[in-house]
């Protein structure tokens, strides 16, 4: 069987369903760019491979605003 290429933009968390029943069927790669989430996940899932890189259209660097519930952090500044 084929594997599919998962791709999790903003990574935080797990799988979710219908993708978390059938992980043996998956290359996970995920974006994550909070550095805490990004250790976390590494550390957990081993066999998924994790980046700690914001994805954006633009190049360059950009500041990645970490707010109190982490979830809801952004490059957009927080209102």
Sequence with gaps: MNKIFYVDVGARGDLTEPW???E?????YGF???PVEHNRLNALYPNRHYYPVA???KKGEISLNITEERSQ???YPPK
């Design 20 to 22: 978390s029943d059938n």
């Design 24 to 28: 043996q069927d998956l290359f996970v």
């Design 32 to 34: 994550e760019a909070d």
């Design 55 to 57: 994805l954006s259209s």
């Design 73 to 75: 952090s952004s490059i």
